[in-house]
């Protein structure tokens, strides 16, 4: 149907780029997507985490995503006989047909790095920026699609852990205003403040 839901907790930048980079991903495929919100305003709330899949559902969306943490989101999906993503944890044992792939974060590595440069005296405070290259971010095993669509993931996953940037233009505003010219990359400053909508989200953002 080319309309996905996002159950999403607050509108933090973190959770807004998470929308966008979706909704660039599925564009890339159909320009004509589209994606849904529902904010829950809490990170893990499985009772409204599931009816804002039902109503994502009863509104038409075939597909969900989540940037909450409790399965509840994709056990509705598996009881429809939908699917969805997951986040945080892999979820396939409580949505075995359902889930597509989920996002997980793998700390632990990071953390011994950092008490061993403690312990070491080399500690010092920094930002750090971590990602798929890193294995500091994981996608659970690509299950529940077609072949083609498992091989496109995949080389994508590639792609993006060989430094591609899915913020890279050209990229439109929600109101259609021009954002990123063809070839042009988001700094980290606008990531990290962003408040706004890419084209195609059909949700008012809150302020």
């Given at each position: 149907k080319g309309l996905a839901g996002y159950i999403v907790s607050f509108p933090i930048p973190e959770v807004v780029m998470g929308i966008n980079s979706f909704m660039l991903g599925a564009?890339?495929?159909?320009?004509?997507?589209?994606?849904?919100?529902?904010?829950?305003?809490?990170?893990?709330?499985?009772?409204?985490?599931?009816?804002?899949?039902?109503?994502l559902f009863d509104q038409g969306a075939d597909i969900i995503v989540q940037h909450t943490d409790s399965t509840a989101a994709l056990q509705?999906?598996?009881?429809?006989?939908?699917?969805?993503?997951?986040?945080s944890s892999d979820m396939i044992k409580f949505a075995p047909n359902a889930q597509l792939t989920s996002l997980t974060d793998e700390w632990g590595p990071y953390y011994i790095s950092r008490v061993q440069a403690a312990l070491d005296g080399t500690w010092k405070p920094d930002n750090v920026w971590l990602g798929i290259k890193d294995g500091a971010v994981k996608l659970a095993p690509f299950t529940n699609m077609p072949d083609d669509v498992k091989a496109m993931a995949e080389a994508t996953t590639k792609k993006i852990a060989g430094g591609w940037n899915p913020f890279t233009g050209p990229v439109s505003k929600q109101d259609g205003s021009p954002w990123l010219k063809d070839g042009e990359v988001a700094d980290d400053g606008t990531l990290l403040g962003m408040n706004f909508y890419v084209k195609g989200v059909d949700d008012k953002l809150p302020q």
């Open positions: 564009q890339s495929v159909n320009p004509d997507f589209k994606v849904k919100i529902v904010w829950v305003n809490s990170w893990f709330d499985p009772g409204k985490e599931a009816d804002a899949a039902k109503a509705v999906a598996e009881e429809r006989k939908l699917h969805g993503f997951g986040q």
